[in-house]
């Protein structure tokens, strides 16, 4: 009584909750493995394939199947060892029962089977059994095959022997998520298949093997690369013209933990950017770390020792030469192999090592510096490029200290076309990068003055993937958004003193507009890419269409919404007969209508390519994206008991245009050719009110893919920028509104 005139309550022993192993994970599953969303679905499956990746690194894997299968459920096959199936001598049930139910129980903790490993928490494979909702587990060993089976987290079906193996082991996981913890639901091609190729890079010799059966759409593909990291800096560099061939060198050294292993592949590119690309025992370590601190400091002085010594750098210029300039157009991979990592967090995006930091200092100021002294032609052109790049640096800092005298980028002086708003709070503040200032009049007349801020920018900005930062600074519409945004620039950066915390893009549906937001979102990835990671960056989506219809109005974002719209209306009451002459229900007439209105857009694509669409389909041989969607369409309008012959000369056009003029009847259709078409109330009420509106959030889910496209569709390469167009020109419906 007294504890509860006290405040405590009914709060005693009673209350402390002991969560322990399986319900523990399953209780917190986020502290394991990061998130319950599109993150962590897909790091279960790292966590099984990483297993398969460790018996590589010991020397006795050689091949692994991944496979997305057709109930959803993912199966992981490796041909290592197999998992321990004899009795565990404390715990007195199986090893594998042990490996996959207890937390922190594995073969890699003393270090006697894996000199090093990924998953040193030694919670992976049962995380992924506590998430599941069942997992099987087949191990071929000893000349047996042994099956075990499992419900989140708990055994079904013990350890049991099911078959012979003869000399064969190896170890096939398949489970299936629990649906009742994430909330997505289907792993995605894209994403697998980055990590899968970047582990087959990082572990030459071996093969990886991915298919996913799930759904109408199978996708296959084998990484296997006998060049290793050599290899992935070619394929990160697709796209870009090299000015230096592949430099390779590793090495190792005793460390206080054991041996420590370094592997390094560079080359320099004419692009502006840098990538730099860290591992350790094949874990991503996104944030760096020492190995990668290292890495530089040792770039730094062998360039600059190298420079001094062969005269190629004047001394006035020794001094001002930065790491950065050193580093420009530079692509590189650093992965070691450390016996026992210590990373920062769970999650696994720094190492923390000290003495890797050394170790890897000490390779590559070695093997460069030998390899400038055998290859003086090609120190001479990455010193030339470093020059270059100190003298825009400087360039653009003078520019920079100009035009912060004159007030332009000084935090004190907002630029003058920027209409702020009065909320000084960063997280409750918006942004709207608005395209020209007609449009830019309506925004501001019509946003909610607290917390939206208009900044609207007349033409189109510099393309950065092509400019160095000298150019870029000179250019006043990004001078003014640099100002705007708050972070500063390039050394003077600071992500946490942006002013908003969305900023956001809006242009018009147009050709004009989407180049436009290519070059913002271009700039905003290549300079300030934080804002990206931080998930501060979206687009607006103005509507392109408005419907009136009695007196009612609806605004529709897309051409394919205002096709839906007109079959459902059309529908409503005209009725559909199949080639039977028999009814069809409103749902399959609306589906009919759908894939007719998709054939119809893909033969005028088709068409505009100066092919005829008849001729590929007829055409048992015809390749390339334009037959092969026509003839996909085609199959499936075969379900419907239509061919070819129904759409070319017969009735499927009339009944698709009878069926969209029907739906036309008492609609007035405006389409906007632009923002600033739009009144103020009309653009706010449509694009820029929290309670309707519908933006975009630009996220970066695979930074290799994403560099590779910007590279390609901005960069300085003709050739394999006219190749995407061509192959990729079918698959775009709405290419100028």
């Given at each position: 009584?007294?504890?509860?005139?006290?405040?405590?309550?009914?709060?005693?022993?009673?209350?402390?909750?002991?969560?322990?192993?399986?319900?523990?994970?399953?209780?917190?599953?986020?502290?394991?493995?990061?998130?319950?969303?599109?993150?962590?679905?897909?790091?279960?499956?790292?966590?099984?394939?990483?297993?398969?990746?460790?018996?590589?690194?010991?020397?006795?894997?050689?091949?692994?199947?991944?496979?997305?299968?057709?109930?959803?459920?993912?199966?992981?096959?490796?041909?290592?060892?197999?998992?321990?199936?004899?009795?565990?001598?404390?715990?007195?049930?199986?090893?594998?029962?042990?490996?996959?139910?207890?937390?922190?129980?594995?073969?890699?903790?003393?270090?006697?089977?894996?000199?090093?490993?990924?998953?040193?928490?030694?919670?992976?494979?049962?995380?992924?059994?506590?998430?599941?909702?069942?997992?099987?587990?087949?191990?071929?060993?000893?000349?047996?095959?042994?099956?075990?089976?499992?419900?989140?987290?708990?055994?079904?079906?013990?350890?049991?022997?099911?078959?012979?193996?003869?000399?064969?082991?190896?170890?096939?996981?398949?489970?299936?998520?629990?649906?009742?913890?994430?909330?997505?639901?289907?792993?995605?091609?894209?994403?697998?298949?980055?990590?899968?190729?970047?582990?087959?890079?990082?572990?030459?010799?071996?093969?990886?093997?991915?298919?996913?059966?799930?759904?109408?759409?199978?996708?296959?593909?084998?990484?296997?690369?006998?060049?290793?990291?050599?290899?992935?800096?070619?394929?990160?560099?697709?796209?870009?013209?090299?000015?230096?061939?592949?430099?390779?060198?590793?090495?190792?050294?005793?460390?206080?933990?054991?041996?420590?292993?370094?592997?390094?592949?560079?080359?320099?590119t004419d692009s502006y950017s840098t990538i730099e690309q860290t591992y350790c025992n094949n874990i991503h370590t996104v944030e760096g770390g020492t190995h990668l601190s290292g890495f530089r400091r040792a770039l730094t002085s062998t360039i600059k020792s190298y420079g001094?010594?062969?005269?190629?750098?004047?001394?006035?210029?020794?001094?001002?030469?930065?790491?950065?300039?050193?580093?420009?157009?530079?692509?590189?991979?650093?992965?070691?192999?450390?016996?026992?990592?210590?990373?920062?967090?769970?999650?696994?995006?720094?190492?923390?090592?000290?003495?890797?930091?050394?170790?890897?200092?000490?390779?590559?100021?070695?093997?460069?510096?030998?390899?400038?002294?055998?290859?003086?032609?090609?120190?001479?052109?990455?010193?030339?490029?470093?020059?270059?790049?100190?003298?825009?640096?400087?360039?653009?800092?003078?520019?920079?200290?100009?035009?912060?005298?004159?007030?332009?980028?000084?935090?004190?002086?907002?630029p003058g076309k920027l209409r702020d708003c009065s909320e000084r709070d960063p997280s409750k503040t918006e942004l709207y990068l608005v395209e020209g200032d007609s449009a830019g009049g309506s925004a501001q007349t019509g946003r909610d003055r607290a917390t939206q801020a208009?900044?609207?920018?007349?033409?189109?900005?510099?393309?950065?993937?092509?400019?160095?930062?000298?150019?870029?600074?000179?250019?006043?519409?990004?001078?003014?958004?640099?100002?705007?945004?708050?972070?500063?620039?390039?050394?003077?950066?600071?992500?946490?003193?942006?002013?908003?915390?969305?900023?956001v893009i809006m242009t018009d549906a147009d050709v004009d507009g989407a180049h436009i937001r290519t070059l913002l979102l271009t700039f905003f990835y290549r300079k300030m890419p934080e804002l990206i990671e931080k998930g501060y960056v979206y687009l607006a989506q103005p509507?392109?269409?408005?419907?009136?219809?009695?007196?009612?109005?609806?605004?529709?974002?897309?051409?394919?919404?205002?096709?839906?719209?007109?079959?459902?209306?059309?529908?409503?009451?005209?009725?559909?007969?199949?080639?039977?002459?028999?009814?069809?229900?409103?749902?399959?007439?609306?589906?009919?209508?759908?894939?007719?209105?998709?054939?119809?857009?893909?033969?005028?694509?088709?068409?505009?390519?100066?092919?005829?669409?008849?001729?590929?389909?007829?055409?048992?041989?015809?390749?390339?994206?334009?037959?092969?969607?026509?003839?996909?369409?085609?199959?499936?309008?075969?379900?419907?008991?239509?061919?070819?012959?129904?759409?070319?000369?017969?009735?499927?056009?009339?009944?698709?245009?009878?069926?969209?003029?029907?739906?036309?009847?008492?609609?007035?259709?405006?389409?906007?050719?632009?923002?600033?078409?739009?009144?103020?109330?009309?653009?706010?009420?449509?694009?820029?009110?929290?309670?309707?509106?519908?933006?975009?959030?630009?996220?970066?889910?695979?930074?290799?893919?994403?560099?590779?496209?910007?590279?390609?569709?901005?960069?300085?390469?003709?050739?394999?920028?006219?190749?995407?167009?061509?192959?990729?020109?079918?698959?775009?419906?709405?290419?100028?509104?």
């Amino acid at each position: 009584m007294a504890e509860e005139q006290q405040g405590v309550g009914n709060y005693n022993a009673e209350n402390i909750q002991v969560l322990e192993g399986m319900e523990a994970v399953r209780k917190r599953p986020a502290m394991y493995i990061g998130d319950t969303g599109e993150r962590g679905y897909h790091h279960l499956v790292y966590e099984v394939v990483d297993n398969s990746i460790d018996e590589a690194l010991a020397g006795y894997c050689s091949m692994i199947d991944v496979i997305v299968n057709a109930d959803g459920s993912l199966t992981v096959q490796d041909n290592g060892r197999g998992i321990p199936v004899d009795m565990h001598p404390t715990q007195h049930k199986p090893a594998i029962e042990v490996v996959l139910t207890v937390l922190h129980a594995g073969g890699k903790f003393d270090g006697s089977n894996y000199k090093v490993s990924g998953g040193l928490h030694g919670v992976g494979v049962s995380c992924v059994n506590a998430l599941s909702d069942w997992m099987k587990v087949e191990v071929k060993r000893g000349g047996k095959v042994h099956r075990i089976e499992f419900s989140r987290g708990h055994v079904t079906k013990p350890l049991e022997v099911v078959g012979e193996c003869g000399d064969e082991t190896g170890t096939r996981v398949t489970f299936f998520p629990d649906h009742t913890i994430f909330s997505c639901r289907a792993f995605k091609w894209e994403i697998l298949c980055a990590r899968l190729r970047e582990l087959a890079f990082l572990n030459k010799g071996v093969t990886i093997h991915f298919r996913d059966d799930e759904g109408e759409a199978h996708h296959e593909d084998t990484f296997h690369y006998d060049g290793g990291i050599d290899e992935f800096v070619g394929y990160l560099n697709t796209n870009k013209k090299s000015i230096s061939p592949v430099i390779h060198f590793e090495g190792q050294k005793e460390g206080t933990t054991g041996m420590v292993q370094a592997e390094v592949s560079l080359q320099y590119t004419d692009s502006y950017s840098t990538i730099e690309q860290t591992y350790c025992n094949n874990i991503h370590t996104v944030e760096g770390g020492t190995h990668l601190s290292g890495f530089r400091r040792a770039l730094t002085s062998t360039i600059k020792s190298y420079g001094e010594a062969n005269k190629l750098i004047k001394e006035k210029e020794f001094a001002t030469l930065t790491g950065d300039d050193m580093r420009e157009g530079l692509t590189v991979i650093v992965s070691v192999k450390v016996p026992q990592p210590q990373f920062e967090g769970q999650t696994k995006t720094k190492l923390g090592n000290g003495e890797v930091d050394g170790i890897v200092a000490g390779i590559v100021s070695d093997k460069l510096m030998t390899f400038f002294e055998e290859n003086p032609s090609v120190a001479k052109i990455v010193i030339e490029k470093t020059l270059l790049a100190a003298r825009a640096r400087e360039a653009a800092r003078a520019a920079r200290e100009s035009t912060r005298r004159k007030g332009v980028m000084d935090g004190l002086s907002l630029p003058g076309k920027l209409r702020d708003c009065s909320e000084r709070d960063p997280s409750k503040t918006e942004l709207y990068l608005v395209e020209g200032d007609s449009a830019g009049g309506s925004a501001q007349t019509g946003r909610d003055r607290a917390t939206q801020a208009i900044l609207p920018l007349r033409g189109k900005i510099l393309n950065v993937e092509k400019a160095r930062i000298d150019r870029i600074l000179a250019n006043q519409e990004i001078r003014t958004m640099i100002t705007a945004i708050g972070c500063g620039y390039a050394e003077e950066w600071d992500v946490s003193k942006a002013r908003y915390h969305k900023i956001v893009i809006m242009t018009d549906a147009d050709v004009d507009g989407a180049h436009i937001r290519t070059l913002l979102l271009t700039f905003f990835y290549r300079k300030m890419p934080e804002l990206i990671e931080k998930g501060y960056v979206y687009l607006a989506q103005p509507p392109l269409y408005k419907v009136e219809r009695k007196k009612k109005v609806e605004y529709v974002l897309t051409d394919g919404e205002l096709t839906q719209k007109l079959l459902t209306l059309g529908l409503d009451d005209f009725e559909v007969k199949g080639k039977d002459g028999q009814p069809m229900d409103k749902e399959r007439a609306k589906e009919l209508m759908t894939l007719l209105a998709e054939i119809e857009a893909t033969s005028k694509l088709v068409e505009e390519r100066g092919f005829s669409p008849e001729a590929l389909v007829k055409d048992e041989s015809a390749q390339g994206s334009g037959a092969s969607m026509l003839k996909k369409e085609f199959q499936s309008l075969s379900a419907y008991g239509y061919g070819p012959e129904d759409w070319f000369g017969g009735p499927l056009p009339k009944l698709l245009d009878d069926v969209r003029a029907h739906g036309k009847v008492g609609l007035s259709i405006y389409r906007f050719k632009g923002l600033g078409e739009m009144d103020a109330d009309e653009l706010y009420d449509t694009t820029m009110n929290p309670a309707k509106r519908r933006m975009l959030r630009v996220k970066l889910s695979d930074a290799v893919a994403a560099d590779q496209m910007f590279s390609l569709l901005m960069g300085d390469e003709v050739e394999p920028r006219r190749k995407f167009i061509e192959d990729n020109a079918l698959n775009v419906r709405n290419l100028d509104f």
